[in-house]
């Protein structure tokens, strides 16, 4: 889905799923279609993403109801 440009996963098994294959993976390609209509394809390392995201958890204040 995109928000205002930007690609956003509304769903947490679509969250889980690609932050599972991100960490598994080494390079993420992005397909995607520019504001001129070109087809586009973009690849990001994915170097340093694991530790990353095992950061981020490890500072979360979870919310509970």
Not at 41 to 46: D, G, Q
């Amino acid at each position: 889905a995109s928000e205002n440009g930007a690609f956003v996963l509304s769903d947490q098994e679509s969250t889980s799923r690609l932050i599972g294959a991100m960490r598994r993976g080494s390079r993420l390609t992005v397909q995607y279609v520019d504001v001129s209509g070109n087809d586009r394809l973009a690849t990001f390392s994915l170097m340093g993403v694991s530790r990353s995201l095992e950061w981020v958890e490890a500072r979360q204040v979870r919310v509970r109801y």
